[in-house]
């Protein structure tokens, strides 16, 4: 017979360690995973610093570009070298503004390039203005001799000027006048008559005037008898002088021998049968001036 006192030995529970394990890890990976969490977001903040403080910047070298191409453009100059030289330039800067510069190297690049730049326009700035100031200086000076060339312009216009009234004034003085003049009718028997039938000649006596300017020798006096109807008498349609660009009718002419000194001289017309009643006017001629004037009438037979 079985004995039923038999002990039979309890089973123990088994310890609970994987569990604890498995806490432990999944703490320490959660921690990794905030601080990973953590470092990314920080990365990400210094980034967008980083990223903020270069669009800054490249705004701020893109603005000064901005105002340099302006400041070229105010640039004004007739030199031709210097005008070429400032387009370079200026197309230099327009080429930087269409860089994209993205990492702090190429704006470090960037803005050395702006400070030699800004020194070339300064050099620029100093040559412009020497050059206007030289300029300015020039266009005084211009004016100052185009002053004194008008003045002199003006003097030899004022001297000539003078020169031809004192000359006109000369011509005037060196012309012969006559004086005295006597217009009178004659019959054969050279007594005075105003009666056409009985006139034979025409006798004009003047005296030539003194005048120690006029050029002497021998002088020719034309005269003009012009009948009350304006008819000229003269002998032959061939008698004519030059008055003032004019072939002018005359009746009758004589030489002279003049010496600058008074002179009395008469000139005859015979009476050809155009004499007329009437009032006649009589002219004389010396060297292209009227030099006297009468006047004398006839009568009915």
Same mark, same amino acid.
């Given at each position: 017979?079985?004995?039923?006192?038999?002990?039979?030995?309890?089973?123990?529970?088994?310890?609970?360690?994987?569990?604890?394990?498995?806490?432990?890890?999944?703490?320490?990976?959660?921690?990794?995973?905030?601080?990973?969490?953590?470092?990314?977001?920080?990365?990400?903040?210094?980034?967008?610093?980083?990223?903020?403080?270069?669009?800054?910047?490249?705004?701020?070298?893109?603005?000064?570009?901005?105002?340099?191409?302006?400041?070229?453009?105010?640039?004004?100059?007739?030199?031709?070298?210097?005008?070429?030289?400032?387009?370079?330039?200026?197309?230099?800067?327009?080429?930087?503004?269409?860089?994209?510069?993205? +990492?702090?190297?190429? /704006?470090? =690049?960037? *803005?050395? %390039?702006?400070?030699?730049?800004?020194? $070339?326009? &300064?050099?620029? #700035?100093?040559?412009?203005?020497?050059?206007?100031?030289?300029?300015?200086?020039?266009?005084?000076?211009?004016?100052?001799?185009?002053?004194?060339?008008?003045?002199?312009?003006?003097?030899?216009?004022?001297?000539?000027?003078?020169?031809?009234?004192?000359?006109?004034?000369?011509?005037?003085?060196?012309?012969?006048?006559?004086?005295?003049? +006597?217009?009178?009718? /004659?019959? =054969?028997? *050279?007594? %005075?008559?105003?009666?056409?039938?009985? $006139?034979? &000649?025409?006798? #004009?006596?003047?005296?030539?005037?003194?005048?120690?300017?006029?050029?002497?020798?021998?002088?020719?006096?034309?005269?003009?008898?012009?009948?009350?109807?304006?008819?000229?008498?003269?002998?032959?349609?061939?008698?004519?002088?030059?008055?003032?660009?004019?072939?002018?009718?005359?009746?009758?002419?004589?030489?002279?021998?003049?010496?600058?000194?008074?002179?009395?001289?008469?000139?005859?017309?015979?009476?050809?049968?155009?004499?007329?009643?009437?009032?006649?006017?009589?002219?004389?001629?010396?060297?292209?001036?009227?030099?006297?004037?009468?006047?004398?009438?006839?009568?009915?037979?």
């Amino acid at each position: 017979m079985a004995d039923t006192n038999t002990f039979t030995p309890v089973e123990q529970p088994k310890k609970k360690s994987a569990p604890i394990a498995m806490i432990f890890t999944t703490v320490i990976l959660a921690a990794a995973l905030i601080f990973l969490v953590v470092m990314y977001f920080d990365q990400k903040n210094k980034m967008i610093e980083v990223e903020t403080v270069l669009t800054q910047e490249k705004d701020s070298l893109a603005n000064e570009l901005r105002l340099m191409v302006h400041g070229y453009d105010t640039l004004k100059t007739d030199n031709d070298t210097l005008m070429s030289n400032l387009q370079r330039e200026k197309k230099r800067i327009q080429q930087l503004l269409s860089i994209n510069a993205s +990492n702090v190297q190429l /704006l470090k =690049k960037y *803005r050395a %390039e702006i400070g030699t730049m800004r020194e $070339i326009m &300064k050099g620029y #700035i100093v040559q412009i203005d020497s050059l206007n100031t030289l300029n300015q200086q020039l266009v005084t000076e211009n004016t100052g001799i185009k002053k004194q060339i008008s003045e002199v312009q003006n003097t030899n216009v004022e001297l000539t000027k003078a020169k031809e009234e004192l000359t006109s004034k000369v011509t005037v003085a060196a012309v012969i006048q006559a004086k005295d003049i +006597n217009a009178v009718t /004659l019959n =054969k028997k *050279r007594k %005075e008559t105003t009666r056409i039938n009985l $006139i034979d &000649k025409l006798r #004009i006596c003047f005296t030539l005037r003194e005048n120690p300017i006029a050029a002497p020798g021998e002088k020719e006096v034309f005269m003009r008898v012009i009948r009350p109807d304006s008819l000229v008498i003269t002998s032959s349609p061939d008698n004519l002088f030059d008055f003032n660009g004019n072939k002018l009718v005359y009746s009758a002419s004589r030489l002279v021998d003049y010496m600058n000194q008074d002179i009395e001289m008469c000139i005859f017309l015979d009476n050809t049968g155009d004499f007329i009643v009437g009032t006649y006017s009589i002219e004389l001629y010396l060297e292209n001036n009227i030099i006297g004037r009468t006047t004398f009438a006839l009568a009915k037979k």
